[in-house]
Nanobody, 115 residues
Framework: QVQLVESGGGLVQPGESLRLSCVAS????????MRWYRQGPGKQRALVASITTDGGTDYAEFVEGRFTISKENAKNIMYLQMNSLKPEDTGIYYC?????????WGQGTQVTVSS
């Protein structure tokens, strides 16, 4: 079992930045891949970024160049640095990990970008 807790969301104006954190506990050694998803109002949940245990990263087109996913293995923490935020980035951001063959989800943290 893996437990995930997100934090760092909030209300910001366009162009500002936020850093989200995801703290993992439980069967940490079982994790193969870590991901951030988001779900905007009235939209489907979408993959934002992913990072493998080796540190390889992938990003959705709509955040490429603005967001950075990273992790600190010793602290079991994954981050999502979000720069140049846009109103369309508004949504609930979820931490997700794959501990093959099981996927685990956090409760999410709200990000609101509004002028």
């Amino acid at each position: 079992q893996v437990q995930l807790v997100e934090s760092g969301g909030g209300l910001v104006q366009p162009g500002e930045s936020l850093r989200l954190s995801c703290v993992a506990s439980g069967s940490i050694a079982s994790i193969n891949k870590m991901r951030w998803y988001r779900q905007g109002p009235g939209k489907q949940r979408a993959l934002v970024a992913s990072i493998t245990t080796d540190g390889g990263t992938d990003y959705a087109e709509f955040v490429e160049g603005r967001f950075t996913i990273s992790k600190e293995n010793a602290k079991n923490i994954m981050y999502l640095q979000m720069n140049s935020l846009k109103p369309e980035d508004t949504g609930i951001y979820y931490c997700n990990v794959l501990a093959y063959p099981v996927s685990y989800w956090g409760q999410g943290t709200q990000v609101t970008v509004s002028s």
